[in-house]
């Protein structure tokens, strides 16, 4: 899990700043919609993914009543307006580091144009379906600010059912499978525990070692794709020493 623990890192940092645009709000929007429409329901309870979906929202600060609204239409309880759908794209930053990139578009071939430029731009190149794919596991990952006693944390993650519990940078990080995210995310705030975030993530199998330099290539491509307005998710199979991941930060 080291690849994704140096990663997470990265990403919680990158969010902070994130955040602050206005566009992200309409991303987290567009990804409770979808979550909502293809799990038949606008209660997270019932279903997983909008329950992450709707924590990523939340943890951006997006307006209650805006989430209830979008789960609502996603769902078809309210006008629904444009029809998203989801597509993951594969292939490779340079030095061949892995990228899944997932979006949620109303309009295939712009998205897809759009994607293949910056992977062009940002000396990558584009793969066949399933040619990354099958380097990643979609789990649950829960962070836990990285105060919290070490025996809590352990304790909530065995309780609810986690596979695994290690620190990561600043934060602890809980993986579990997906079957048990909701079992685990309801035991850390069971707990009381102070969780910075709850999500579904596809963590790499195996990871690829990178110098700073290199790190820094495949980083300016990731942020290049994230800001594009289809993409909702970039992860990648790459993985820095405690060192490298200094130099970057």
């Avoid at 600060?61 to 789960?71: G, L, R």
């Avoid at 990558?124 to 919290?148: T, Y």
């Avoid at 596809?202 to 990731?222: G, N, Q």
Wanted: contains cysteine.
């Amino acid at each position: 899990m080291a690849g994704h623990s140096h990663w997470a890192g990265i990403k919680r940092k990158k969010a902070v700043v994130d955040a602050r645009r206005g566009k992200v709000f309409a991303k987290l929007i567009r990804g409770i919609e979808v979550a909502a429409r293809e799990g038949g329901t606008s209660n997270p309870e019932n279903n997983m993914t909008l329950a992450a979906a709707i924590e990523r929202a939340k943890e951006a600060s997006c307006p209650v009543d805006t989430i209830e609204k979008a789960a609502k239409r996603g769902a078809g309880e309210l006008d629904e307006g444009l029809r998203y759908e989801r597509v993951v794209y594969e292939g490779y930053a340079p030095g061949g580091v892995a990228l899944l990139v997932e979006t949620l578009t109303e309009n295939r071939n712009r998205t897809g144009s759009d994607v293949r430029a910056v992977f062009a731009r940002g000396g990558g190149s584009i793969g066949e379906p399933g040619s990354v794919a099958w380097m990643f596991e979609r789990k649950g990952v829960v962070l836990v600010r990285g105060d919290a006693a070490e025996d809590d944390v352990l304790t909530a993650a065995a309780e609810g059912g986690a596979e695994d519990a290690h620190r990561s940078g600043d934060a602890w990080e809980i993986v579990c499978e997906l079957k048990d995210f909701g079992a685990v995310r309801d035991a850390v705030k069971g707990a009381g525990l102070p969780v910075e975030s709850a999500d579904l993530a596809m963590i790499p199998t195996t990871t690829m070692d990178l110098d700073a330099d290199a790190a820094r290539k495949v980083l300016r491509l990731v942020d290049v794709l994230e800001d594009l307005d289809d993409v909702q998710v970039v992860s990648t199979n790459f993985n820095v020493s405690d060192e490298v991941f200094a130099q970057i930060s």
